[in-house]
């Protein structure tokens, strides 16, 4: 292809900074994902008008994926070999600080007991504290009860459109857009301008959606990960106009903003229930770069 | 036959001269040319002497200096289709799974063809939690957080492996664990060295 080529070629590479954390799930359940750009070096506007163009029109569309939120499940093997590690680990342990202080308390407290305690006698810990590590225990077992876990599995698991769903798969974003007619679902795409480069193309991609407003994507490179290419029928065929080529760039959410109304025309779906929904040579190529961790 | 006989006349000469030098000692005018130590071992003359001799055809090498001070290594630069020298920090509290994703990290790098320049460990960071008691105002210390930190260093990562890698990393992160991927600076090559406050207060005290 000669113009997106070397357009990308002569574009020089974006200076970024991210930063992903996974510790804290705040309310949108999202990890913190942070990207600053430093100096975005300044395109250089050079042969740009290009006098043969090709027949092809140029599309990007952007592959935007909400991370897991939570673990992903384990296998049965996984747990057992779990649960197997974990009761190894424990016998061949040694006592913990905590431990030892709970032997030593109750080793005092049947001492006191037999009636021939001297308090006097006692070698360390003159200054005894009134807490005894069985009460300290004993609080922390009172805390655990009163915690309760979210559930893994929520209520929003069925609905298509809310992000809360399948918190432990990744999820991608389809849209349904007009395509020569009729509404077809896909990734958010957008015809290329002159003047700006792929990438570009695929961020506006992204923000001229009016149902994804206020969503905040962190693209993860300025190289596609994966094209297709559609020819026009034969009776739509022009000299101009071949057909399209769609090249597709990985973005990752960082940030929702508010939920989404019921109709809209957008849907959060996971890899294996990509293929009810979209078109099947369509759905060939962007299996292909949707991996499936 | 010649070199037995050879090597019979040699060992004769020898013990022959030994006795000689021995019993004249007195007269050291006597030069043996063909001798120059009489205690020269035999097999010397062997047709196979030295058969094992390998050092002699290595390239010379310089004489290794004594260990200098840390140098930095060279910012790779950035050019049109590889980012410059990135450093992919990940960090978190628990140790081992801190480590064992920086070992997953420097794997796949191997794996990917991504070049690894460097790999190191940042000093660790502790954080004491107080936590405030229910009767009264006192603070009693809960715990002690220490935040783990590993840096692995990336040569120049091609533009198009990148999102590839950043999203296998980004899906195999595991949960207590920050990822962060920041280009490499001078800055941050220093902050790794320990301060010396008497080199700098010498220095102070010249610039006054």
Same mark, same amino acid.
């Given at each position: 292809m000669a113009a997106p080529c070397r357009r990308m070629a002569g574009r020089s590479l974006l200076q970024f900074l991210s930063s992903f954390s996974r510790t804290s799930v705040n309310n949108s359940g999202f990890r913190q994902i942070s990207s600053t750009s430093v100096c975005? &070096?300044?395109?250089?506007?050079?042969? *740009?008008?290009?006098?043969a163009s090709s027949p092809w029109t140029l599309m990007a569309a952007v592959c935007l994926q909400r991370l897991p939120v939570i673990s992903a499940e384990s296998s049965p093997i996984e747990q057992q070999f779990r649960d197997m590690m974990s009761q190894m680990e424990q016998e061949k342990s040694m006592l913990s600080d905590h431990e030892l202080r709970l032997l030593d308390d109750a080793d005092r407290i049947r001492r006191m007991q037999?009636?021939?305690?001297?308090? @006097?006698?006692? @070698?360390? &810990?003159? @200054?005894?504290?009134? *807490?005894?590590a069985q009460d300290l225990e004993d609080s922390w077992d009172q805390k655990l009860k009163n915690f309760q876990p979210a559930p893994r *599995?929520?209520?929003? @698991?069925?609905? /298509? &459109?809310?992000?809360? &769903?399948?918190?432990?798969d990744s999820l991608l974003l389809l849209v349904e857009q007009p395509v020569g007619g009729q509404k077809v679902w896909l990734l958010p795409q957008t015809q290329w301008q002159q003047g700006e480069t792929l990438r570009e193309t695929a961020e506006r991609a992204l923000t001229s959606l009016p149902a994804a407003a206020g969503f905040k994507a962190m693209f993860?490179?300025?190289? /596609?990960?994966g094209v297709y290419k559609y020819k026009l029928p034969k009776a739509a065929r022009t000299e101009s106009s071949v057909g399209t080529k769609v090249f597709f760039f990985k973005a990752v959410l960082a940030d929702a903003g508010p939920p989404a109304a019921p109709d809209s025309p957008l849907m959060w779906v996971t890899k294996s229930e990509l293929q009810h929904h979209l078109k099947p040579a369509y759905m060939m190529k962007v299996e292909r770069f949707l991996l499936g961790l | 036959m010649t070199a037995v006989f050879r090597k019979v006349s040699v060992t004769q000469k020898a013990f022959v001269l030994n006795q000689a030098l021995t019993s004249c #000692?007195?007269?050291? $005018?006597? +030069?043996?040319p063909v001798w120059? $130590?009489?205690?020269? #071992? +035999?097999?010397?003359?062997?047709?196979?002497?030295?058969?094992?001799?390998? #050092?002699?055809?290595l390239p010379k090498e310089p004489p290794k200096k004594k260990r200098d001070r840390q140098q930095m290594k060279e910012i790779v630069a950035e050019t049109n289709t590889t980012y410059a020298t990135l450093n992919v920090n990940v960090s978190g509290y628990d140790m081992t799974v801190v480590e064992h994703f920086s070992q997953y990290i420097h794997n796949l790098c191997n794996r990917l063809g991504v070049k690894v320049m460097d790999c190191y460990a940042l000093p660790t960071k502790s954080t004491e939690v107080w936590l405030m008691q229910e009767q009264g105002t006192k603070m009693l210390v809960d715990s002690i957080l220490k935040t783990h930190n590993r840096v692995v260093q990336l040569r120049s990562l091609n533009a198009t492996v990148c999102p590839i890698f950043l999203e296998v990393l980004l899906k195999n992160q595991p949960e207590g664990v920050q990822l962060s991927v920041q280009e490499h600076t001078e800055a941050d090559f220093k902050a790794r060295f320990k301060g010396r406050p008497e080199l700098e207060g010498l220095k102070a005290k010249i610039s006054h």
């Open positions: 975005r &070096r300044s395109w250089q506007a050079q042969h *740009v008008e290009e006098s037999t009636g021939e305690y001297d308090s @006097d006698e006692e @070698d360390d &810990r003159r @200054d005894q504290e009134i *807490v005894l *599995v929520t209520a929003a @698991d069925g609905d /298509p &459109r809310s992000l809360q &769903r399948r918190l432990a993860l490179g300025n190289t /596609p990960c | #000692r007195a007269t050291p $005018s006597i +030069q043996h120059a $130590s009489v205690n020269e #071992r +035999q097999y010397k003359s062997m047709p196979t002497h030295g058969i094992g001799r390998w #050092r002699h055809l």
